[in-house]
């Protein structure tokens, strides 16, 4: 085990893709923090209670785009080139040869989780300290560091599974580009309002304030309600992307009581020990010829 992790571990350092990917990801956070809280700041008037974490988050999604590229590249070099069958002829066991490509794209996405939190500190000059503190971004990193790991055993999983460069390549980009949109679209869902109104009157109040009103306000047929509400947040939360989803909108999401703190923490560690499970099982019984 220690020797094909020193294996991948060297192969990955020397890899350009994983370096360009990393520099291109920090210089990107730093850019669009900056860039997004200069024009909070310039609009203090319009954003009062602007808080710092709600700029810090944004590329939770660009994230979850970058790892299919990466990892389908540098695990599928393994089967185009025979480097896994060469592994297993010189005796390495292959559930150890799955944890080891399983530890080291987890890693890698790691470091990409790392950049992107890195570039996002340009925000602190800009807009000050987090509102929720050192310990509650820490929390909120720690989210975002295993939804990302969650999303890496799904990864793993499916380049096992589709041994062609060319082809899981495109397989895990759909994959991801279907995980984003399946959260956005529970996400808009969610936010659908109970009550909506066919427009407003405009008047003017004893001070002579303009005061608008709703105009005949009636059941919104798109709102969700109880128990299949409950359902969809909790199908939110277990997304990987439902969760970078909550993070780039963690004003908004508390605010709506969409984000489940506890149970994405526990969702994210459950699809880890789920899909490397499966990853082993199918692994161990995979023809390689």
Known sequence: MRNLLSANFSRLFKNKLFWVLTVALLAYS???????????AAESDLFPNQAPESECFDEGPIVLIMMP????????????DGTMRNKIIVGSRRGQIYLADFITVSAATL???????????SVLPILGLWRVGVI???????KSALFCIAFSAILCLVSHIVTNKAAVAVVEIILALAIIMAGSLLY??????????????????ENGNT??????????????????????????????SGQAILLANTAYSEKEQLDLPLFSYCASAGLIVLFTAAGLIHFKHKDLK
């Not at 990466?70 to 185009?80: C, D, I, K, P, Q």
């Not at 509650?136 to 720690?142: A, K, T």
């Not at 808009?188 to 008047?203: D, F, H, Q, R």
């Open 30 to 40: 730093v850019i669009s923090t900056c860039d997004n809280a200069s024009q909070r």
């Open 136 to 142: 509650g971004w820490l929390l909120l990193v720690l």
């Open 211 to 240: 005061v608008m009103k709703p105009i005949d306000p009636y059941p919104n047929p798109e709102y969700v309600s109880e128990p299949q509400r409950g359902v969809l947040k909790r199908a939110l939360n277990i997304l990987p």
């Open 111 to 121: 470091v990409f989780c790392a950049a992107w939190h890195i570039g996002s500190l």
């Open 69 to 80: 590229v990466f990892v389908s590249l540098f695990l599928g070099t393994e089967f185009s």
């Open 188 to 205: 808009n869902k969610l936010l659908e309002p109970e009550m909506v109104s066919s427009g407003v009157t405009i008047t003017a109040d």
